[in-house]
C-alpha cells in the first residue's frame, strides 16, 4: 500500500502555490495584446493579456491605485507592456497578474494619438468655424447624451428645471467611458438626430453631449473617430460638455458650441424663464405704448371732426370766402385778359390799314384789270385792241388798248 502524504487544506494548498510562483517570478514584465478591457465603478480595471499569436492569454487586475497614473486609454486590441507580479486569486484558484504599471508597447502616447487624429480630421474639415450653427435661445426641447449613472445628468437636469422649467428634456442613455462607449454614444448621437424634423410635437431643438470631469484616459471616449464623426453629422446643433473648463476633446471641436462644464451647457441652451419673461413684459410694454400712442392720434383726429360737425356753418362760410376770392380773381383776369387782346386788336388795325388799296390809290397810284378783273402788272398781258379797266382813288376809267409798248420809260 502506497503511503501516504499529508493532506493538504484546500486554502493552503492554493495559497502555497501563489507563494512559490511569486517567489519563483518576482516582479516581471510582460508584452501582449489588450483583451476584454473594463473599469469597474471601484475604479479598479479587468482584461486579459493576449499572446501575438492568440495561443495564450493571462487574466490580469490593475488596482485603482496604479490605474490612477495610467497616461493613456487603454483599448481593445492594443499592445502594451505591463509590469507587476504573477498571483493566484484564491476564491477561483485561478492563475492572474496583478498590474503596477501599464505603458503602451510602440503606439505612442494618448496625446499623440489625440493630435493625430485631430489633424486628420481637421483635414476634412469636420472642425470648420462655417460649419457651427447656432443655438436657438428658446428651445421647446433638448435632448441629452450621457450616461444615466453620471452625476452631470443631475448637473444638466437640476440647472435645466431651475432655469428654464418649461422646457422638456429627453435623455439618451449611453456610457461615457470603456471600451464599449464609443459605439454606443454615436449611436444615442444619431438617434437624438431623427428628431430633427420640423413637426413641433417630436422636434428636439439643441443636444447635449456631456459627462463630468476626469483623467485624459476618462474622456477619451470622446477622442473617438466615431463619435466625433457622429456629432460632426448631427442634424441638430450640439452643445459639448465634456469635463472640467480646462479637458479638451476632440468632440469639443466638432461641436456647435463648446461648454466648460455640463452646467453650462445647461446654461447655454436656454434662457433662463425670469430673463424670457422679462423680455416678454417689455415687449409688452413696447407694444401698449405703440397702441395707446396710435389710439391718441385718433382720438384727437375725431375731435377735429366733431368740432367741424358741430359747427357746420363755420365751414360753409370758410367756402363762401374761398368762393369770393376766386370769383374776385377770376374778374381780374378776364379784366385783364379784355386789355390785352384789345391792345392786339389795335396793332393787327393799324398793319391791316397800312395794307389798304385805297390808301395807296390816294398817293397817286392806279389799279389795272383786265376784262375779267384780273389785276394787269406786265405789257405783255394785253394787246392791242383788249378792253381793260384803270382804277383810280376817286372811280374807274375803261379804256382800250392802242399800243403796247415794252420797255418804253414812263
Given at each position: 500500500?502506497?503511503?501516504?502524504?499529508?493532506?493538504?487544506?484546500?486554502?493552503?494548498?492554493?495559497?502555497a502555490?501563489?507563494?512559490t510562483l511569486?517567489?519563483?517570478f518576482?516582479a516581471?514584465?510582460?508584452?501582449?495584446?489588450l483583451g476584454?478591457?473594463?473599469?469597474?465603478?471601484s475604479?479598479?480595471?479587468?482584461?486579459?493579456?493576449?499572446?501575438s499569436?492568440?495561443a495564450a492569454?493571462?487574466?490580469c487586475?490593475?488596482?485603482?491605485r496604479a490605474?490612477s497614473g495610467l497616461d493613456f486609454?487603454p483599448?481593445?486590441?492594443?499592445?502594451?507592456?505591463?509590469?507587476?507580479?504573477v498571483?493566484v486569486?484564491?476564491p477561483r484558484?485561478?492563475?492572474q497578474?496583478?498590474?503596477?504599471a501599464?505603458?503602451q508597447?510602440?503606439?505612442?502616447?494618448?496625446?499623440?494619438?489625440f493630435e493625430q487624429?485631430?489633424?486628420?480630421?481637421a483635414?476634412?474639415?469636420?472642425f470648420d468655424?462655417?460649419?457651427k450653427?447656432?443655438i436657438?435661445a428658446?428651445?421647446?426641447r433638448i435632448?441629452?447624451?450621457?450616461s444615466l449613472?453620471?452625476?452631470a445628468?443631475h448637473?444638466?437636469v437640476?440647472?435645466?428645471?431651475?432655469?428654464a422649467?418649461h422646457v422638456?428634456?429627453?435623455?439618451?442613455?449611453a456610457p461615457?467611458q470603456g471600451v464599449?462607449a464609443p459605439?454606443?454614444?454615436?449611436?444615442?448621437?444619431?438617434?437624438?438626430?431623427?428628431?430633427?424634423?420640423?413637426?413641433p410635437?417630436?422636434?428636439?431643438?439643441?443636444?447635449i453631449?456631456?459627462?463630468g470631469?476626469?483623467?485624459?484616459e476618462d474622456?477619451?471616449?470622446?477622442?473617438?473617430?466615431?463619435?466625433?464623426?457622429?456629432?460632426?453629422?448631427?442634424p441638430i446643433p450640439?452643445?459639448?460638455?465634456?469635463?472640467?473648463?480646462t479637458?479638451i476633446?476632440?468632440?469639443d471641436?466638432?461641436?456647435?458650441?463648446?461648454?466648460?462644464?455640463?452646467?453650462?451647457?445647461?446654461?447655454?441652451?436656454?434662457?433662463a424663464?425670469?430673463?424670457?419673461?422679462?423680455?416678454l413684459?417689455?415687449l409688452?410694454r413696447?407694444?401698449?405704448?405703440?397702441v395707446?400712442?396710435?389710439?391718441?392720434?385718433?382720438?384727437?383726429r375725431l375731435?377735429r371732426?366733431?368740432?367741424?360737425?358741430a359747427?357746420?356753418g363755420?365751414g360753409?362760410?370758410?367756402?363762401q370766402?374761398?368762393?369770393?376770392?376766386l370769383?374776385?380773381?377770376l374778374v381780374?383776369?378776364?379784366?385783364?385778359?379784355?386789355t390785352?387782346?384789345?391792345?392786339?386788336?389795335?396793332v393787327?388795325?393799324a398793319?391791316?390799314?397800312a395794307l389798304?388799296?385805297?390808301?395807296?390809290?390816294?398817293?397817286?397810284?392806279a389799279?389795272?384789270r383786265?376784262?375779267a378783273?384780273q389785276?394787269?402788272?406786265?405789257?405783255?398781258?394785253l394787246?392791242v385792241?383788249?378792253?381793260?379797266?384803270v382804277v383810280l382813288s376817286?372811280?374807274?376809267?375803261?379804256?382800250v388798248?392802242?399800243?403796247a409798248?415794252?420797255?418804253?420809260s414812263a
Open positions: 500500500m502506497r503511503h501516504m502524504q499529508a493532506m493538504w487544506d484546500v486554502s493552503a494548498l492554493v495559497r502555490i501563489a507563494e511569486g517567489d519563483q518576482g516581471v514584465t510582460v508584452q501582449g495584446e476584454q478591457f473594463t473599469r469597474a465603478a475604479g479598479h480595471s479587468y482584461f486579459t493579456l493576449k499572446s499569436d492568440g492569454s493571462l487574466r487586475a490593475m488596482f485603482r490605474a486609454y483599448q481593445e486590441g492594443q499592445h502594451v507592456e505591463i509590469w507587476g507580479r498571483a486569486f484564491e484558484g485561478e492563475l497578474f496583478i498590474v503596477e501599464m505603458r508597447a510602440g503606439a505612442g502616447t494618448l496625446m499623440a494619438q487624429l485631430k489633424a486628420r480630421l483635414l476634412e474639415g469636420l468655424a462655417a460649419r450653427r447656432a436657438n428658446y428651445p421647446r435632448g441629452v447624451v450621457t449613472a453620471a452625476a445628468l448637473d444638466v437640476t440647472a435645466l428645471q431651475r432655469r422649467p422638456e428634456v429627453l435623455i439618451y442613455p461615457v464599449e459605439p454606443l454614444l454615436a449611436q444615442a448621437i444619431r438617434e437624438a438626430g431623427r428628431n430633427a424634423d420640423p413637426d410635437d417630436t422636434v428636439i431643438d439643441t443636444l453631449v456631456c459627462r470631469g476626469g483623467s485624459m474622456l477619451w471616449a470622446f477622442n473617438d473617430e466615431r463619435v466625433v464623426r457622429a456629432i460632426a453629422a448631427s450640439v452643445v459639448c460638455g465634456v469635463g472640467h473648463e479637458d476633446t476632440l468632440a471641436f466638432a461641436a456647435d458650441v463648446r461648454a466648460p462644464t455640463p452646467t453650462a451647457a445647461a446654461e447655454m441652451v436656454a434662457v424663464r425670469a430673463d424670457a419673461l422679462a423680455a413684459a417689455a409688452a413696447q407694444a401698449q405704448g405703440r395707446q400712442r396710435r389710439l391718441e392720434r385718433d382720438e384727437q375731435d371732426l366733431q368740432l367741424r360737425l359747427r357746420p363755420d360753409l362760410q370758410r367756402q370766402q374761398r368762393l369770393d376770392r370769383a374776385r380773381r381780374e383776369a378776364v379784366r385783364q385778359q379784355q390785352r387782346q384789345s391792345a392786339r386788336l389795335d393787327l388795325q398793319r391791316l390799314a389798304d388799296p385805297a390808301h395807296v390809290l390816294a398817293r397817286g397810284y389799279w389795272v383786265d376784262g378783273g389785276p394787269i402788272s406786265t405789257t405783255a398781258a394787246s385792241g383788249d378792253a381793260f379797266s376817286d372811280g374807274r376809267i375803261e379804256a388798248v392802242t399800243a409798248l415794252p420797255g418804253a
